[in-house]
């Protein structure tokens, strides 16, 4: 880890949010009044043959007709290009007032005597905020109108529990007792049960924004590491053991086991072939360079251009961003190297995308469980704050900016917490209504009490 103490909250959420991911290990003891992570008792299947072991996750998996794989994603690789959310997660609460410093306002000095920033490129429609020096990607794409960005993104009366605002957010609903993700209930309206690629962990574990109560879901750890394995056996060998096995059970046997084999091997073969072009060293080509880093993030936006590029049948997309944004203590480092990677990359899947031509198709949504308090801590760092920063970033992004800067004479809660002028279940049923085509109210909870904003064009 780096340099950044992230707080022991944020161990605990990380902790539990895993734990809810894998299936049939069950949850450690939660503190009473703490939400349940959605996705939580969601059943979770490995496709795998004898020693062979396939390394999918699918969610929801117990629910999938044996011959419905394969045939559901052929069907719907060959269906219209569907518009595709990308959502990604600054995890810990990202320090807003670093990533848009508000250098033009005559308390920022005050609340940040060591951590305030100087220089970087001007806001355009703030000449009060600039860009971290680090986001330089970001304020490109920006200065392209391709970046809608939210400065002040939150909800009333902010929970600044990592656990509990990350689970909000996660579901789309400031109720601890919603137990799938927004997305998840999205897909649970438009989804089919034989595509579990249309929502897609592209992660160590499943992401709760995308858990389900009806239609499978896959994670994966990168398009490069869908593979088999068996031990001492390579080369040709395993090249035709493992075309054997896509034919194992050949049809007119009569033999129960038989058929169940065969009809699993049939799917991981299926899904093997589509992803075989991504293995291996040279598996994953890009027309564009992305960041060198010991991070996958980028070679997972890089996988993820190309997944999309071959036309595999993705409707939402979830990855967490490099970084540890919980810095409470020696904040500049920690927190310019995470935006750094985050920022050069999401720079280059865009340009991934446009060289691909398929960016008119894909919209990424940039989040954060919260903000951090305006005036700094003794440790070189910042506490737990209420409103952060968000970015919507896309060819069809409106590239304007969503809600407005508060100020810090005004804009700050007792507890001296900006407060939010955007609320996230507003973005959510924008994005909704404009981007996937779905009436919000059957997805968002009370979706009509949120003000709706131009998103998209």
């Known amino acids: 880890m780096s340099d950044c103490r992230h707080c022991t909250g944020l161990s605990r959420s990380r902790f539990l949010h895993s734990a809810a991911a894998e299936a049939g290990r069950g949850l450690p003891e939660i503190e009473p009044g703490m939400p349940l992570p959605a996705g939580t008792g969601l059943s979770r299947r490995s496709f795998v043959a004898q020693s062979l072991g396939a390394m999918l996750a699918v969610y929801g998996g117990s629910r999938l007709g ?56 001007a806001f355009a429609e703030d000449d009060r905020l600039h860009w971290h020096p680090a986001t330089a990607g970001l304020a490109q794409l920006y200065g392209e109108q391709k970046v809608a960005v939210m400065p002040a993104i939150g909800y009333t009366n902010a929970d600044q529990s990592h656990f509990t605002s990350r689970h909000y957010w996660e579901v789309g609903a400031t109720d601890v007792n919603v137990r799938t993700g927004w997305l998840g209930r999205y897909l649970d309206r438009v989804g089919t049960m034989d595509n579990p690629l249309q929502g897609l962990s592209l992660d160590n574990s499943l992401a709760p924004a995308l858990a389900t109560a009806k239609v499978p879901i896959a994670s994966i750890d990168g398009p490069d590491q869908y593979d088999f394995w068996s031990n001492n056996v390579w080369g040709e060998v395993e090249q035709r053991m493992l075309a054997a096995i896509g034919s194992f059970g050949a049809p007119g046997t009569s033999d129960p086991a038989l058929v169940t084999a065969a009809r699993v091997s049939s799917q991981v073969d299926r899904l093997r072939t589509q992803l075989l072009p991504f293995q291996g060293d040279n598996g994953i080509t890009s027309p564009v360079q992305y960041p060198k ?54 720079l280059a899947f865009q340009r991934d995308l446009e060289a691909r031509g398929i960016a008119d198709r894909v919209l990424v949504h940039v989040w954060s469980e919260f903000g951090r308090r305006a005036q700094e801590n003794g440790s070189n760092g910042t506490d737990h704050g209420a409103a952060g920063v968000g970015f919507l970033i896309g060819t069809r992004s409106n590239g304007r900016m969503v809600g407005e800067f508060p100020g810090l004479k005004d804009g700050l809660d007792e507890d001296g917490n900006v407060k939010a002028t955007a609320d996230f279940r507003g973005v959510y049923a924008s994005l909704l209504e404009q981007w996937l085509g779905m009436d919000a109210a059957s997805v968002i909870p009370n979706a009509a009490s949120f003000s709706r904003t131009a998103l998209v064009r």
């Not at 995890?91 to 306002?105: F, I, K, T």
């Not at 005559?106 to 609340?111: A, E, G, Q, V």
């Not at 979830?318 to 970084?323: F, M, Q, W, Y």
């Open 293 to 346: 880093s010991s991070d996958a993030f980028p070679k997972r936006l890089a996988g993820l251009a190309a997944m999309l590029g071959a036309g595999l049948p993705m409707r939402v997309v979830s990855l967490s961003a490099p970084g540890h944004y919980d810095t409470h203590s020696d904040q500049p480092g920690a927190l310019a190297q995470g935006l750094q990677t985050t920022s050069d990359s999401l």
């Open 66 to 121: 044996f011959g419905a794989f394969e045939d559901g994603i052929a069907l719907a690789a060959s269906s219209p290009a569907q518009p595709v959310l990308v959502s990604i997660f600054l995890e810990g609460g990202a320090d807003a007032l670093s990533v848009l410093s508000p250098q033009g306002d005559p308390l920022y000095r005050k609340f940040r005597s060591k951590l305030g920033l100087s220089g970087g490129l």
